[in-house]
């Protein structure tokens, strides 16, 4: 019974971590239930070894914290159930297997924060995510041009207007496309729309509303490009 407490603990410090560190956050999140239970279990094991050897470490650098970690095992100890035949080191050292189990969660939780001081966004998100996921974070971050070819043959080549959320398939993507064309049945592109000339025709028109000092500014949809449905449509409207 204690020995499945600290598991539990543990388990829960792994997983913690592994939610919240954002180099695994969103392997975490997109993992089935089995691989997040193993998951956790890995991060738990390695938590509970590292704060085993940091308990030994700070209770011989500092008689404080070896007196609050006596203070703190005297006081798990009543709640261990009672087992005829075990002796009483036996019962202290299970009180220690629950007091790490304690440090282990506590490092879970505060650790996953601190190593996202330390770990760079960029380099997190490219680990975590698939390679269509990352072709669309490169769009977005770094206004690269990307191709999206419909299953009708249309393609839209522009740049990822709104990165959709990771964590869930992109059944849509914001897009604002700049050329579209066609592909042929032998694969080969030839772009026939320029939208450049139609996004500044909506920029002059935006400009003549707010000199008139317009109530009502001209608003802009999103220019959505569907992966598997119909091409993307680029609309405004005036008013609210």
Not at 181 to 195: C, F, H, K, P, V
Request: glycine letters at 8%; one cysteine or more; charged letters at 15%.
């Amino acid at each position: 019974m204690d020995l499945a407490a600290a598991f539990v603990l543990s388990l829960l410090g792994g997983y913690c971590f592994a939610y919240r560190w954002r180099a695994t956050a969103l392997d975490t999140k997109r993992a089935d239930g089995h691989h997040v239970y193993f998951r956790a279990a890995l991060c738990g094991s390695v938590l509970f070894v590292l704060a085993m050897g940091l308990r030994k470490l700070f209770d011989w650098c500092s008689p404080a914290c070896l007196s609050f970690d006596a203070a703190l095992i005297e006081y798990v100890s009543p709640a261990l159930k009672v087992e005829s035949g075990l002796e009483l080191v036996s019962r202290s050292r299970r009180a220690e297997w629950i007091v790490t189990a304690i440090y282990s969660l506590l490092i879970g939780i505060g650790f996953g924060i601190f190593a996202n001081w330390v770990t760079p966004r960029n380099w997190a998100l490219s680990r975590g995510l698939s390679t269509l996921d990352r072709l669309l974070l490169r769009s977005y971050l770094d206004g690269a041009f990307i191709a999206l070819t419909l299953q009708s043959g249309k393609v839209y080549v522009g740049r990822v207007a709104d990165y959709p959320n990771p964590i869930l398939e992109p059944v849509a993507v914001a897009f604002r496309p700049m050329f579209s064309g066609s592909r042929d049945a032998s694969g080969q592109l030839t772009l026939t729309t320029d939208y450049e000339s139609i996004y500044s025709v909506l920029e002059a028109g935006r400009a003549l509303v707010g000199a008139s000092s317009c109530a009502n500014p001209i608003r802009f949809c999103h220019q959505w490009a569907q992966t598997s449905g119909s091409p993307a449509q680029c609309s405004w409207r005036q008013g609210g």
